[in-house]
């Protein structure tokens, strides 16, 4: 079936302009995560989101950062007036249940210039 | 809260080698635990899983680790590296019995050499 879809894959921005980054996990997943993978570094957990549960944001860097989930499906990354600090690998990753292991999309490439 | 430590940045193995790469994790209680890895310009595939029973988990491509509660431990394994194995291999952890944050090791880099 059908994996993770992460869209764009790639995405140019001009520093200070706001960029939003898609994901749709595999149907039936309920638990959406979202990570960002900066040059040689590890995975930082940004946001998490499962079922009708409140989202977890912990690890959403500063408040120009924002996700929302809707009809228990898509997901959208918000980054408002990006900064160059913000060019990473955006990873989306779904799993169906609490032991499943998390399958991740591609990633969104985005480099703020 | 739930930690992974991943000691090795960098590792280089000569083909046909055997492996090892270091995970430790730090919960109160049994967690859930996985090996991921990302080959150079690609996703991250999983290689394993443990959730519980055998302590010795076989996974995808010859790999396998071992999971140690007294170490907090969850070492991967493999007895002949070959060249094609050279990626990123992170380790991640998730609290047992419900949905929570999946928390990933900072990764270790695997350099095969011929």
């Known amino acids: 079936g059908a994996g993770v879809s992460q869209s764009p894959s790639n995405k140019v921005t001009e520093k200070g302009k706001d960029v939003e980054l898609r994901c749709d996990p595999i149907?039936?997943?309920?638990?959406l995560y979202w990570y960002r993978q900066s040059l040689g570094q590890g995975l930082e957990f940004l946001i998490y989101?499962?079922?009708?549960?409140?989202?977890?944001k912990s690890g959403l860097p500063s408040d120009r950062f924002s996700a929302e989930r809707t009809g228990g499906s898509v997901s959208t990354l918000t980054i408002q007036r990006t900064q160059q600090e913000d060019s990473a690998v955006y990873l989306c990753?779904?799993?169906?249940?609490?032991?499943?292991?998390?399958?991740f999309g591609n990633g969104t490439r985005l480099t703020v210039t | 809260a739930q930690s992974v430590t991943q000691p090795d940045i960098h590792i280089t193995v000569s083909e046909g080698a055997s492996l090892e790469l270091r995970c430790n994790y730090s919960?109160?209680?049994?967690?859930?635990l996985f090996w991921y890895v990302q080959s150079p310009g690609q996703g991250l595939q999983l290689l394993l899983k443990?959730?519980?029973?055998?302590?010795l988990v076989q996974g995808i491509k010859g790999f396998e680790a071992e999971f140690k509660r007294s170490q907090s431990s969850f070492n991967l394994r493999k007895p002949s590296v070959h060249w094609s194995d050279a990626a990123e291999y992170f380790c991640?952890?998730?609290?047992?019995?419900?949905?929570?944050?999946?928390?990933f090791g900072t990764g270790t880099k695997l350099q095969v050499i011929p």
């Open positions: 149907s039936g997943h309920t638990a």
């Open positions: 989101f499962q079922g009708n549960s409140a989202p977890d």
């Open positions: 443990y959730f519980s029973g055998d302590t």
């Open positions: 990753a779904s799993r169906e249940q609490a032991n499943s292991p998390l399958h």
């Open positions: 919960y109160g209680a049994t967690p859930y």
């Open positions: 991640a952890v998730v609290a047992s019995g419900g949905y929570q944050k999946v928390t």
